[in-house]
């Protein structure tokens, strides 16, 4: 067999699994998602990932079938196309939420970070902060920079489980996603652990001790929150609408109440 034919083999026994891991690996030499989304632009329709990806589980399915019987081959492609989507989707959704939450997550320590400044250095003769006195202030502040710093471990958190349990363990997110990251949760928590210092030395009730099962309920959340608007939206571009609606409802129906 020539280096060519073991090469196609090798390519066409790739699980959907490992081919998304094959093109986030090549995705990742981009810096960023929008230099890769540049370059992909660039090369026309034939590059589009999705596509792409489609072809390859398609041709990998197909490889994968020939002894078996044509329905058995037509479910295994149709698993494997779906397989493919979903992960494409997973990726995605794990970049928008990360995004968001960086984004959400620079204003509000910019907010928390001008009113800690305003709380503590107004001594009660000219007022201008939103609390009504110090004691309140520094103790909002104090909780409202904790349940950030929590928030953004229990995303963080979801990520990785959600990463290990579909990607292999491999990063979803772009190096730059994950240098901003980084950089961002390690300023909510120093902000955090300013404002609970110096709640202790204004002599401040302490905070209740953290909860683990609590923190451990947020995590199953923001996992379905990664899992489940994959899984629709890749039963929708399957044709399979009424599952789609289905998942999406169960997972909608604990945020309406």
Same mark, same amino acid.
């Given at each position: ?83 493919? &989507?979903? !992960?494409?989707? %997973?990726?995605?959704? +794990?970049?928008?939420? @990360? ?5 959400? *997550? #620079?204003? =509000? ?86 404002? &609970?210092? !110096?709640?202790? %030395?204004?002599?401040? +009730?302490?905070?209740? @001790? ?5 923190? *451990? #309920?947020? =995590? ?38």
């Amino acid at each position: 067999m020539t280096a060519e034919r073991r090469l196609v083999a090798l390519e066409t026994s790739l699980s959907p699994t490992q081919l998304v891991l094959r093109w986030l690996a090549e995705a990742h030499q981009y810096d960023d998602f929008d230099a890769y989304s540049r370059a992909i632009f660039a090369l026309g329709p034939g590059a589009l990932p999705l596509d792409r990806l489609v072809r390859e589980a398609r041709a990998s399915a197909e490889a994968a079938s020939q002894h078996g019987s044509r329905e058995q081959g037509d479910d295994a492609l149709r698993a494997a196309i779906r397989r493919i &989507v979903f !992960l494409f989707h %997973l990726v995605l959704r +794990a970049i928008e939420l @990360a995004q968001a939450a960086l984004d959400r *997550e #620079a204003l =509000v320590c910019t907010a928390l970070s001008a009113h800690l400044g305003l709380v503590m250095a107004d001594e009660g003769r000219a007022w201008h902060s939103v609390f009504p006195n110090r004691a309140a202030g520094l103790t909002a502040l104090r909780d409202g920079a904790v349940a950030r710093s929590a928030e953004l471990r229990a995303l963080e958190a979801a990520r990785k489980r959600v990463e290990t349990r579909y990607l292999d363990g491999y990063p979803a997110l772009f190096p730059a996603t994950v240098r901003t990251w980084t950089e961002q949760r390690e300023r909510t928590d120093t902000l955090a652990e300013i404002t &609970v210092r !110096l709640a202790e %030395l204004e002599g401040l +009730a302490p905070m209740p @001790a953290n909860d683990p099962d609590t923190f *451990e #309920a947020r =995590v199953g959340e923001l996992i379905a929150d990664h899992v489940e608007p994959a899984r629709v939206k890749a039963l929708d571009e399957m044709g399979e609408g009424r599952r789609a609606v289905s998942i999406a409802m169960a997972w909608l129906e604990p945020k309406l109440g």
